[in-house]
């Protein structure tokens, strides 16, 4: 069975500091999709990023980045100098390797609250 | 372009009623999937539609039941309402050409049950 999880469930840092969200993932596919989602206030999740099984390079966008270790199944995401606009809950997720399919698995989130 | 819209943002029903939530996808988008939030199991899929047809299910009980129309908007359906059904549902589109994963989701529809 596919399952994700977010052993941090609540992550408080000052503004400027890096934090660094832990995600592990267990999946019997070969191929597989791994997903992090952001959840604002407003409710509505946002797509971050998409990292295919097949694809462990590491990630960079502006302030932040992804490392995928597949021999730790582990997909984590970190933000440089945070500011307070990156408090929401953060999800990672998992899909199968059919691709084209809506069905994500998610983990539980880590809140994160930066603080001025 | 618009983004994903869901109705009614909140409502309040008690046990043993049913509910009805529409989602208009994204134009263009012809997947929908739905999700269920809650603060102990976190999101849970119910099910995904395309092209007016359920391609993923996840595991509730029939209690739960969705459809989508041939303009792809959808509707999800819960029957004999419980008090465990209160939770945030979510519904969430995506382009059907060169599929990337990401899922546009709409601010959900937050049900009570009394």
């Known amino acids: 069975a596919q399952k994700v999880t977010q052993a941090q469930t609540e992550i ?10 832990d995600c592990v993932y267990e999946t019997r596919d070969t191929t597989y999709y791994l997903f992090w989602y952001k959840q604002p206030p407003s409710g509505e999740l946002v797509f971050l990023i998409r990292r295919n099984s097949f694809d462990e390079q590491n990630e960079i966008s502006g302030r932040y980045s ?20 990156d408090s929401a809950v953060y ?5 199968d390797g059919s691709g084209n399919t809506g069905k994500l698995i998610f983990g539980q989130g880590t ?5 001025p | 372009k618009a983004g994903v819209t869901q109705t009614p943002r909140y409502l309040i029903k008690t046990r043993g009623q049913q509910v009805t939530l529409s989602c208009s996808p994204i134009s263009g988008h012809r997947s929908v999937s739905w999700y269920q939030q809650t603060p102990g199991q976190g999101l849970q899929f119910l099910f995904e539609y395309f092209s007016e047809t359920q391609r993923n299910k996840g595991n509730f009980p029939g209690r739960f039941s969705g459809r989508q129309f041939s303009n792809s908007r959808s509707e999800m359906n819960v029957s004999t309402l419980e008090l465990g059904d209160s939770a945030l549902y979510l519904c ?20 009570t049950v009394l």
């Open chain 1, 12 to 21: 408080s840092v000052v503004e400027k500091e890096d934090v660094t969200l």
């Open chain 1, 66 to 85: 992804w490392n995928f270790q597949k021999s730790t199944s582990s997909f984590n995401f970190t933000i440089t100098a945070s500011q307070v606009v």
């Open chain 1, 91 to 95: 999800f990672c997720a998992l899909s």
């Open chain 1, 111 to 115: 809140t994160l609250q930066v603080k």
């Open chain 2, 92 to 111: 969430a589109s995506s382009s059907p050409t060169g599929w990337t994963g990401e899922l546009f989701f709409g601010e959900g529809s937050r049900l």
